[in-house]
């Protein structure tokens, strides 16, 4: 509450394959994230739980790119086969306006796209690409 209220503009993305260099930043037209915890009650001898046990969490997102973005990263990692082969990072970073040396700054590890699907209507302007993740890990740097 009270916070700092970030607007699009404040926000990059910056994608790095695991075992490259320092990644490159790729223009964003959105992006999603979703967590989700497994969980269970625990019964003993009767119909009342006696125990709540916590599972796994499941991180799993989406960033949406233009076309030719999508072109780009093909072309950037020609050796894998699409682009459902590649493993990186994606870091979000927010840059507080009135201070920029103040970064948040959410790194999702571990990423992989799962699929890609092209679609093109003939009243849209441009194409838009969602392209959907797993995300293996969220971390939030203040």
Same mark, same amino acid.
């Not at 499941?58 to 020609?78: A, C, F, K, W």
């Not at 979000?92 to 970064?103: G, K, Q, T, W, Y």
């Not at 590890?109 to 302007?125: P, Y």
């Given at each position: 509450?009270?916070?700092?209220?970030?607007?699009?503009?404040?926000?990059?993305?910056?994608?790095?394959?695991?075992?490259?260099?320092?990644?490159?930043? !790729? &223009?964003?037209? #959105?992006?999603?994230?979703?967590?989700?915890?497994?969980? +269970?009650?625990?019964? @003993? %001898?009767?119909?009342? *739980?006696?125990?709540?046990?916590?599972?796994?969490?499941?991180?799993?997102?989406?960033?949406?790119?233009?076309?030719?973005?999508?072109?780009?990263?093909?072309?950037? !990692? &020609?050796?894998? #086969?699409?682009?459902?082969?590649?493993?990186?990072?994606? +870091?979000?970073?927010? @840059? %507080?306006?009135?201070? *920029?040396?103040?970064?948040?700054?959410?790194?999702?590890?571990?990423?992989?796209?799962?699929?890609?699907?092209?679609?093109?209507?003939?009243?849209?302007?441009?194409?838009?690409?969602?392209?959907?993740?797993?995300?293996?890990?969220?971390?939030?740097?203040?």
């Amino acid at each position: 509450m009270n916070g700092q209220a970030y607007s699009w503009q404040d926000a990059s993305i910056r994608i790095k394959t695991l075992g490259g260099g320092a990644g490159k930043e !790729y &223009p964003c037209r #959105a992006y999603s994230q979703t967590t989700t915890r497994e969980s +269970s009650n625990i019964h @003993v %001898n009767s119909t009342q *739980p006696y125990e709540y046990s916590r599972g796994p969490k499941n991180h799993e997102g989406s960033l949406t790119v233009l076309q030719s973005t999508l072109i780009e990263m093909e072309r950037d !990692y &020609p050796l894998a #086969a699409d682009l459902t082969d590649l493993v990186f990072d994606v +870091s979000i970073s927010f @840059v %507080n306006p009135a201070n *920029p040396d103040i970064l948040s700054v959410k790194v999702w590890e571990q990423c992989s796209i799962t699929e890609v699907t092209l679609e093109h209507g003939a009243d849209t302007e441009f194409m838009e690409v969602e392209l959907p993740i797993r995300i293996g890990r969220v971390r939030t740097i203040v």
